[in-house]
């Protein structure tokens, strides 16, 4: 119904401007940063493969395994930078003003994840890689104790990291989040009582696996801080900050080769290679004519990253070889990361365009 035009003033009233709410600008350049981080990801699990298929060791295949690591290395900056987006929309960029707003995100996370599992089960049954039967996987799977595929841990960390990041934006906004809290103290103690009932019935009982670690929190927290701060705040020249992220990117692939594959997300050097990458790109002008598809792309990198998977698993499996020469293998894993990124935001883009975006992601 068209609103009720109001009465005219009269000449001699005064009057006063109406009051103008702030508009919050869309970020692009964290729009740029979820994509970049997206395909970095693909690249990070297609070099996983190549560098698992010659069993971790230079020695069984030299030319797969340094093209794998390479792969590997590149990519390790973008788990941290997911979680610090994350942290950023909780905290500064869409804040749940109710514990219904925050339900709601929580929701359009693990009806996917739901989805996917159940998916992914199945398509471990019928390729006859799942280490026992659905029956007993599938309440495993609902524990975060067994994932059906090896990406979903971020999933069943992230969840956490947000309702309690949420808890605290919704404490500070003067509200009573009861039952959120009441949610964080059963993912707190399930663990351990878990563990305390295995040893009372004398049974192993499935590990509780919702939780997250404080590297993450961190991530999220600090990561928030530096996507809030104004444009410029990391200096007028961006040249340093790639240098950092090349820097921090060759030290990652020196550790996994010398010290330890691979190399975990709490490092300072994945750390450092991190901060290169979103200094680099903080407040950097996505011009005009790219925002719709650019916009399009980010909206669809959620569902892409639960099917990703399941193509490059399809794809390695046919291509990846341990014989590879230096050339050829480099050349795979661009060719197997191109092919996963296009397949899987040409499928996410097409069932968001059917409105199965709420179900698949």
Same mark, same amino acid.
């Not at 693909?42 to 996983?48: C, E, N, P, V």
């Not at 471990?124 to 104790?145: F, H, I, K, M, W």
């Not at 669809?300 to 014989?323: K, M, P, Q, W």
């Given at each position: 119904?068209?609103?009720?035009?109001?009465?005219?003033?009269?000449?001699?009233?005064?009057?006063?401007?109406?009051?103008?709410?702030?508009?919050?600008?869309?970020?692009?350049?964290?729009?740029?940063?979820?994509?970049?981080?997206?395909?970095?990801?693909?690249?990070?699990?297609?070099?996983?493969?190549?560098?698992?298929?010659?069993?971790?060791?230079?020695?069984?295949?030299?030319?797969?395994?340094?093209?794998?690591?390479?792969?590997?290395?590149?990519?390790?900056?973008?788990?941290?930078?997911?979680?610090?987006?994350?942290?950023?929309?909780?905290?500064?960029?869409?804040?749940?003003?109710?514990?219904?707003?925050?339900?709601?995100?929580?929701?359009?996370?693990?009806?996917?994840?739901?989805?996917?599992?159940?998916?992914?089960?199945?398509?471990?049954?019928?390729?006859?890689?799942?280490?026992?039967?659905?029956?007993?996987?599938?309440?495993?799977?609902?524990?975060?104790?067994?994932?059906?595929?090896?990406?979903?841990?971020?999933?069943?960390?992230?969840?956490?990291?947000?309702?309690?990041?949420?808890?605290?934006?919704? %404490? &500070?906004?003067?509200?009573?989040?009861?039952?959120? *809290? +009441?949610?964080? #103290?059963?993912? =707190? @103690? /399930?663990? $351990?009582? !878990?563990?305390?009932?295995?040893?009372?019935?004398?049974?192993?009982?499935?590990?509780?696996?919702?939780?997250?670690?404080?590297?993450?929190?961190?991530?999220?927290?600090?990561?928030?801080?530096?996507?809030?701060?104004?444009?410029?705040?990391?200096?007028?020249?961006?040249?340093?900050?790639?240098?950092?992220?090349?820097?921090?990117?060759?030290?990652?692939?020196?550790?996994?080769?010398?010290?330890?594959?691979?190399?975990?997300?709490?490092?300072?050097?994945?750390?450092?290679?991190?901060?290169?990458?979103?200094?680099?790109?903080?407040?950097?002008?996505?011009?005009?004519?790219?925002?719709?598809?650019?916009?399009?792309?980010?909206?669809?990198?959620?569902?892409?990253?639960?099917?990703?998977?399941?193509?490059?698993?399809?794809?390695?499996?046919?291509? %990846? &070889?341990?014989?590879?020469?230096?050339?050829?293998? *480099? +050349?795979?894993? #661009?060719?197997? =990361? @191109? /092919?996963? $990124?296009? !397949?899987?935001?040409?499928?996410?883009?097409?069932?968001?365009?059917?409105?199965?975006?709420?179900?698949?992601?």
């Amino acid at each position: 119904m068209p609103p009720t035009p109001s009465a005219p003033a009269p000449a001699s009233a005064p009057t006063t401007p109406e009051a103008v709410l702030p508009v919050r600008e869309h970020r692009y350049d964290i729009d740029l940063i979820r994509l970049l981080c997206s395909v970095a990801v693909i690249g990070l699990h297609t070099g996983s493969a190549f560098v698992n298929a010659v069993g971790r060791t230079a020695a069984q295949g030299p030319g797969a395994y340094w093209a794998g690591l390479t792969a590997d290395s590149l990519g390790r900056f973008a788990v941290p930078l997911f979680f610090a987006i994350a942290g950023w929309v909780v905290l500064v960029g869409a804040p749940p003003k109710e514990g219904a707003r925050l339900r709601r995100r929580v929701v359009r996370i693990v009806v996917p994840l739901a989805v996917w599992t159940a998916l992914y089960l199945v398509w471990g049954a019928l390729r006859d890689t799942n280490d026992d039967p659905v029956r007993r996987l599938a309440p495993e799977a609902l524990l975060a104790s067994v994932r059906p595929a090896y990406h979903l841990w971020y999933l069943y960390a992230y969840l956490p990291v947000v309702l309690v990041l949420g808890l605290v934006v919704l %404490v &500070r906004a003067g509200k009573r989040p009861w039952g959120l *809290g +009441a949610v964080l #103290v059963v993912l =707190t @103690a /399930a663990p $351990t009582l !878990l563990g305390d009932l295995g040893e009372v019935f004398g049974r192993e009982l499935p590990r509780f696996g919702w939780t997250f670690a404080p590297y993450q929190l961190i991530y999220a927290v600090l990561g928030a801080l530096l996507l809030a701060a104004p444009a410029g705040a990391f200096g007028r020249r961006r040249w340093p900050w790639p240098l950092l992220a090349a820097a921090g990117a060759a030290g990652v692939i020196a550790y996994q080769y010398e010290v330890h594959y691979a190399i975990p997300y709490a490092h300072v050097l994945v750390a450092l290679s991190s901060l290169g990458v979103l200094a680099s790109l903080h407040g950097v002008r996505v011009p005009e004519r790219m925002r719709p598809a650019l916009t399009r792309l980010s909206e669809a990198s959620f569902g892409a990253y639960l099917v990703h998977v399941l193509v490059l698993g399809a794809l390695t499996d046919a291509f %990846v &070889r341990t014989d590879l020469g230096g050339p050829a293998a *480099g +050349a795979l894993v #661009v060719g197997i =990361t @191109a /092919a996963t $990124t296009a !397949l899987s935001f040409g499928a996410a883009l097409l069932w968001g365009r059917a409105g199965a975006s709420r179900v698949l992601g």
